[in-house]
């Protein structure tokens, strides 16, 4: 079963427009979730938690159980977030994750 | 400060080899982790390691196996090297102590990837 869904397997936008990357998990106990960032020719990296509510490189996400989503947001694409970009889940604390499909983030000068 | 090295970047094998990809980590992480990166599928778990000598199977084991006779190294195995192995394999480790509740773990540190070509 998908427990992680990336619907957009390429988000295209032009630098300066708003950013939603999209991500919904199928997981009925209490999950942790967060993304992932792989800039070109860099490692997976991490970019931000849901449970540390913070803001990393001026994106945010905010975990919604009722609608069990956990989109990326940014107000202002840069052309330095262009990125591969993947949501996990961890259910249960365990110890591995579990990865979306990804979504390709390429933000146009 | 590389600190999760994978020992090759690049590998060609033949079909019917037997391939071995080494992961190491300097952090003295407990677990260890062995993904394939497909286009359009994302990161595939095929084993997993929470201590020496102890494996778990992924969600993707089928073809491979896994050693771990130290903390620092978790080597990914494939028996018999197929066409359908041809990918990027992702290591990765991370802490027990950023696991379970309230907060659980800071995330996975990634290794830079081996990217296998089996002809």
């Known amino acids: 079963a998908q427990r992680v869904t990336q619907p957009e397997k390429l988000l295209s936008v032009f630098k300066g427009a708003p950013v939603e990357l999209k991500c919904n998990y199928s997981y009925s106990g209490s999950p942790e979730l967060f993304w992932y960032v792989q800039y070109s020719r860099q490692r997976l990296q991490l970019l931000l938690r849901h449970i540390s509510r913070e803001s990393i490189k001026g994106f945010t996400a905010d975990l919604n159980k009722g609608e069990t989503s956990f989109h990326l947001k940014k107000p202002f694409a840069q052309e330095e977030d262009s990125a591969m970009y993947y949501c996990?889940?961890?259910?249960?604390?365990?110890?591995?994750?579990?990865f979306g499909s990804g979504t390709r983030l390429l933000v146009r000068p | 400060d590389v600190k999760v090295t994978q020992s090759s970047r690049y590998l060609v094998k033949r079909t019917g080899e037997k391939v071995f990809l080494e992961c190491v980590q300097d952090?003295?992480?407990?677990?260890m982790f062995w993904y394939r990166q497909d286009p359009g599928l994302g990161l595939r778990l095929i084993y997993f390691?929470?201590?020496?000598?102890?494996?778990e199977k992924g969600d993707i084991p089928e073809g491979y196996s896994v050693s771990r006779e130290k903390k620092e190294r978790f080597s990914l195995i494939l028996e018999s090297a197929s066409t359908n192995q041809t990918s990027m394999y992702l290591c990765?480790?991370?802490?027990?102590?950023?696991?379970?509740?309230?907060?659980?773990?800071?995330?996975?540190?990634f290794g830079s990837g081996t990217r296998l070509t089996v002809v």
């Open positions: 390691s929470y201590d020496v000598k102890m494996k």
């Open positions: 996990a889940l961890n259910m249960d604390s365990s110890y591995k994750l579990i």
């Open positions: 952090m003295d992480h407990e677990n």
């Open positions: 990765a480790s991370s802490s027990d102590q950023m696991t379970g509740p309230p907060y659980p773990h800071y995330g996975y540190t």
